[in-house]
């Protein structure tokens, strides 16, 4: 198996959830296996999430930010876990994406079309939900095309998506089984 580097957000703004769990699951499993590892969780991270002024003026980066970037440009797999709130991923992690995937670090607009500037690297998204994923698709539609297909896949990442639910008073025993499915993923940088 190949040594890949690995770059994990946790995506909730609390670690101390179902999420958080998963991260830090995955996170030893894939450094046990071989893969340079790194995470950082968005709940510990100092930045302003709010675009003042849309896209006409870009707002200076912070330094959290900088180093999603790097991380970004760095791994070969990026792995991302969130709760699914609404139908969509949690304000913070929109706000996130919303200030950091720009021009010239994620995609490039041509005359026609884009360049996909992270192409070349792979992406697991995890989102747990309060119901059965299913279920939610059968009766509110696709809700990872904003990540899958808009975010990622617009800078050229190639996602696969794996959706958990329900978790609300999920048993200790569903926890292990989920747990070992990430350690599972992890291993094989999945």
């Given amino acids: 198996m190949k040594r890949k580097r690995i770059f994990i957000l946790l995506g909730h703004p609390n670690k101390d959830t179902l999420n958080g769990k ?16 790194r995470r950082v969780n968005i709940g ?21 930010l900088k180093k999603v970037q790097e991380n970004m440009r760095w791994c070969d797999h990026f792995v991302l876990f969130y709760p699914n709130w609404w139908i969509t991923m949690p304000a913070l992690l929109k706000g996130l994406f919303d200030r950091m995937w720009l021009p010239g670090f994620a995609f490039k607009f041509k005359s026609i079309g884009w360049e996909k500037l992270l192409k070349g690297r792979s992406a697991r998204v995890i989102i747990t939900m309060n119901s059965m994923p299913i279920l939610e698709r059968i009766l509110l539609g696709d809700f990872t095309n904003e990540i899958r297909r808009g975010i990622l896949g617009f800078a050229g990442f190639k996602v696969k998506i794996s959706k958990i639910g329900p978790v609300e008073g999920i048993s200790e025993k569903k926890v292990s089984k989920i747990l070992k499915k990430v350690e599972y993923l992890a291993k094989r940088a999945k």
Avoid: N, R
């Avoid at 510990?44 to 959290?64: N, V």
């Fill in 44 to 64: 510990d991270m100092k930045f302003d999430p709010i675009l003042h002024k849309g896209y006409k003026e870009i707002q200076e980066l912070e330094p959290d």
């Fill in 22 to 37: 998963m991260a830090e699951s995955y996170e030893k499993s894939a450094f046990s296996a071989g893969h340079d590892v």
